[in-house]
């Protein structure tokens, strides 16, 4: 068990629907990242936070997504409207020193079914 | 942009026999290059890294991997796989200049056959 834990295991919503999935990250981490995985796919990069800092957005993060980590410890990501296109395998991840210095620690994942 | 290439698909290996798992990437700068693996049923877990230094970084499980910077590759080798090898094996890449993405191949997945 990597200690970082992810919560729904899996959420099946309709489209147009809001969902929010939390990550809870190995607890001294300071570093916490959101990766989505599709069918296929290696996991691509969502967003990342230092502390309560979100330091880095990709552009796959539209503005139906939002991701907070409000005190620096769990993390939440919304997808508000929520498409068919959105299915997918949404990852956590936590670090101590950054990728410089620390491996990641993955999460089990929210596997997200949009009907 | 960065990306990674893994060309092999799906491999399938009956066990003793020896591993090359294919990575290239695409960027000129410095790179901090990785595999991760993701057995049945479990999370991504790293393998190895490469920062600097010696090429040929041993990671866990009798896995290795060769850094060619000419040849922008990063194969990952095992020179006898076991039935427990059995997993998807993706390869990442970071640019070196303080962002903390990391850019993963679409992965290969290995089948060893008892």
């Known amino acids: 068990d990597t200690g970082v834990s992810q919560n729904p295991r899996h959420k099946i919503t309709k489209r147009g629907q809001n969902v929010t999935f939390r990550c809870d990250p190995i607890?001294?981490?300071?570093?916490l990242y959101w990766y989505r995985q599709t069918l296929g796919q290696g996991p691509e990069f969502l967003t990342y936070?230092?502390?309560?800092?979100?330091?880095?957005k990709s552009r796959l993060l539209s503005d139906r997504f939002s991701a907070e980590r409000p005190k620096g410890s769990f993390s939440t990501l919304e997808i508000q409207r929520t498409e068919q296109g959105d299915s997918a395998m949404y990852l956590c991840?936590?670090?101590?020193?950054?990728?410089?210095?620390?491996?990641?620690?993955f999460g089990s994942g929210t596997q997200l079914s949009v009907l | 942009a960065q990306s990674v290439s893994q060309h092999n698909h799906h491999v399938i290996l009956s066990e003793a026999a020896s591993l090359e798992l294919g990575c290239n990437y695409s960027?000129?700068?410095?790179?901090?290059l990785f595999w991760y693996v993701q057995y049945p049923g479990q999370h991504l877990q790293l393998l190895l890294k490469?920062?600097?230094?010696?090429?040929l970084v041993k990671g866990i499980k009798g896995f290795e991997a060769e850094f060619i910077k000419s040849k922008f590759s990063f194969n990952l080798r095992k020179p006898s796989v076991q039935w427990s090898d059995t997993a998807e094996y993706f390869c990442?890449?970071?640019?070196?200049?303080?962002?903390?993405?990391?850019?993963f191949g679409t992965g290969t997945r290995l089948t060893i056959i008892p």
């Open positions: 991840a936590s670090s101590l020193g950054g990728l410089n210095n620390e491996k990641l620690f």
């Open positions: 607890s001294e981490h300071n570093r």
């Open positions: 936070f230092q502390n309560e800092a979100q330091l880095e």
């Open positions: 960027y000129g700068g410095t790179v901090n």
């Open positions: 490469y920062f600097s230094g010696d090429p």
């Open positions: 990442a890449v970071n640019t070196n200049f303080g962002n903390e993405k990391l850019t």
